[in-house]
């Protein structure tokens, strides 16, 4: 029984970690799709110091 929670952890938990690690689109293929990905993965001390870089 308890190598069988093991198992079925693993296997819930393998996809989960999968898509976590996802890929930056090719830049070259799709430019709107590389774009969209560097605007939802920036770290937000970025965004802030672009916003405040208007004075």
Same mark, same amino acid.
């Given at each position: 029984?308890k +190598?069988? %929670? =093991? /198992?079925? /952890? /693993?296997a819930? $938990?393998?996809p =989960?970690f =999968? $898509? $976590?690690?996802?890929? &930056? @689109?090719?830049? !070259?293929?799709? @430019?709107? &799709?590389?774009? &969209?990905?560097? %605007? !939802?993965?920036?770290? !937000?001390?970025? %965004? !802030?110091?672009?916003? $405040? +870089? &208007? +004075?």
């Open positions: 029984m +190598n069988f %929670r =093991l /198992l079925f /952890l /693993l819930v $938990s393998a =989960l =999968l $898509s $976590s690690c996802s890929q &930056a @689109p090719d830049a !070259e293929k799709d @430019p709107d &799709a590389d774009a &969209a990905y560097k %605007r !939802e993965h920036r770290q !937000e001390g970025y %965004r !802030e110091a672009q916003r $405040s +870089n &208007a +004075n």
